[in-house]
Nanobody, 116 residues
Framework: QVQLVESGGGLVQPGGSLRLSCAAS????????MRWSRQAPGKERELVAG????????TYADSVKGRFTISRENAKNPVDLQMNNPKPGDTGGYYC?????????WGQGTQVTVSS
């Protein structure tokens, strides 16, 4: 059974830091590109960051470049998202997902609220 479970969300002050983690099971994680997307209330889901399999090339949305860092840890916890200097506009549900060709798996998400 495929499972992706996000953790680490919560309330963070602007300028603080937060680290999101994603635990995965049920598929060959190392062969998947792993990504984090987010969705704010009333807005479409947007891709925040991605890291591909094996060579670990990283990509970021312009809105988070220089502030967020995506990293691959190991097969059980395949992708973390370090959020530095978060802004209120970063508030939303954050979702971990894995992609390989036409295959894709999503987690249920973790809520991040950036507020003072």
């Amino acid at each position: 059974q495929v499972q992706l479970v996000e953790s680490g969300g919560g309330l963070v002050q602007p300028g603080g830091s937060l680290r999101l983690s994603c635990a995965a099971s049920g598929f060959t994680v190392n062969s998947y590109t792993m990504r984090w997307s987010r969705q704010a209330p009333g807005k479409e889901r947007e891709l925040v960051a991605g890291i591909n399999s094996y060579v670990h090339v990283r990509t970021y949305a312009d809105s988070v470049k220089g502030r967020f860092t995506i990293s691959r840890e190991n097969a059980k916890n395949p992708v973390d998202l370090q959020m530095n200097n978060p802004k209120p506009g970063d508030t939303g549900g954050y979702y971990c997902h894995g992609v390989r060709g036409v295959l894709g798996y999503w987690g249920q998400g973790t809520q991040v609220t950036v507020s003072s």
